[in-house]
């Protein structure tokens, strides 16, 4: 074709193309992620729920195909819930609290777990975090949504790492199981969230302070844990 | 080699581009796993002894489109985006990191040509048919593209560069 044919001849757009190549060739050079690899998501589902048999963990044929949410991180979605919104608000709200960040604090965690259990309607878990370097603050009770967006209690888990950097993990109950979902991601003002519903639990699991690609580590931790 | 073999070759250009294109890795990764699995899906429709690459960058292109009405249903492609704040990179000198920003303020369908262009170093030809578009909407868009960087990087709004001409 003409010289038209050779965008780069173009000494602007030759400077540009180094630009952008010295900004993102680094990332030929990173390893492949093994989902990626694969032909279909759903034979790692399996690939992971098997490994996780072998390593003894119990984890069983419904839990193992479960376990292809961990995979999917979704860019932010159209519709975000509304549960994910009141989740970023809460956090936003409560962990700058110095004197109040919870209203039931780790000291009684069996008193607070059963008894945002008995307000939720559903067995709660206060995931332990502290394996990787997250201990929990406490939680507490708030107005939030139920079936069809009517006014439900739901709860917030408040955790923090030495640093006094906080993570909050926000539960309502009585989701629809027809929403479950892989984890979604969401920003909300700076507040970033991962979320997912599980088995008619929405969870919402925000932070301010830290990366996406750490939140998402805490949020499969916490989906682990949930799981067992 | 079979297709599948050169479709796993090219996974890292396909995240490269997908980076410079989604901005941040997660939705990159999003990107290029979508793209994957439609490819895997469609891999009958790819004709033997075409670029492959070419085709692969296509099911990209159509599952980005896809992505974008699907985050903002309303929003038209050449609208310009609003500024994200980038997590600084310490390697980056403050030009590259300037330029980066730069290029995640341009419309996606400008962005994504500049990206075939300038990064996968496309000819117009291969980005014309990559994207489904004629060559010279290719051009236009590359030029548009083009000067709203150069405004951007000089400080000025788009369109600031028009009126100092004048002034000048």
Redesign the interface.
């Known amino acids: ?1 003409s010289e ?5 001849d173009d000494p ?2 030759k400077a ?2 180094q ?7 680094p ?4 390893p ?2 093994k ?3 694969a ?3 759903r034979w790692h589902g399996l690939a992971i729920a098997a490994s996780w048999v072998a390593l003894g963990l119990g984890v069983g044929v419904l839990a193992g195909w479960q376990l292809h949410v961990r995979l ?7 519709e975000v819930p509304g549960f994910v919104k009141r989740a970023a608000i809460a956090h936003a709200v409560y962990t700058p609290e110095v004197r109040h960040p919870v209203e039931v604090g780790a000291d009684q965690e069996q008193h607070l777990v059963a008894w945002l259990s008995k307000r939720l309607g559903a067995p709660l878990h206060a995931p332990k975090l502290d394996d990787i370097g997250y201990s929990l603050v406490g939680g507490r009770l708030l107005p939030g949504e139920g079936i069809a967006g009517a006014p439900a209690p739901v709860a917030q888990f408040m955790y923090q790492n030495k640093l006094g950097t906080r993570i909050t993990l926000y539960v309502r109950a009585n989701a629809s199981s027809s929403q479950e979902t892989a984890f979604r ?1 969401a920003a909300e003002g700076n507040v970033k969230v991962f979320y997912w519903i599980d088995r008619k639990l929405g969870y919402a699991l925000s932070s301010t302070d830290i ?3 750490d939140l ?1 580590k805490i949020a499969n931790a916490v989906y682990q844990q949930l799981n067992p | 080699m079979n297709d ?1 073999d050169s479709i ?1 070759e090219l ?3 396909l ?3 997908a ?2 294109l ?1 901005g ?4 990159a ?5 979508d793209t ?2 439609r490819a ?1 899906s469609k891999l009958h429709l790819y004709r033997r002894g075409t670029d492959l690459r070419a085709w692969l960058f296509t099911v990209m292109h159509n599952v980005y489109v896809n ?1 974008l009405r ?4 309303t929003a038209p492609l050449d609208e310009e985006m609003p500024e994200l704040a980038q ?1 600084l990179r310490e390697t ?1 000198t403050l ?2 990191r300037d ?2 920003t730069a ?1 995640r303020r341009l419309p996606p369908d400008q962005r994504e040509v ?2 075939l ?3 996968e ?1 496309m ?3 291969e980005a014309a048919g990559t994207l489904g578009i004629p060559i010279g909407t290719v ?1 236009s868009r ?1 030029a548009r593209a ?1 000067e709203k ?1 150069r405004a951007m990087l000089s400080g000025l709004p788009p369109g600031g560069s028009k009126q100092l001409k004048i002034v000048k």
């Open positions: 074709m038209n044919n050779a965008p780069l602007e757009l540009l193309s630009g952008l190549h010295q900004l993102y060739d990332v030929l050079q990173e492949v992620p989902y990626l690899r032909p279909r998501r999917a991180s979704v860019p932010p979605q159209a991601y990366g996406t690609d998402l | 599948a796993v996974i890292p250009r995240r490269r581009y980076r410079a989604a941040d890795r997660i939705a990764d999003d990107l290029v796993q994957l699995e895997w992505q699907a985050l903002r249903p997590p980056d030009v590259l330029l980066d290029i500049l990206l262009v300038a990064l170093e000819s117009y030809d051009m590359l083009r960087l």
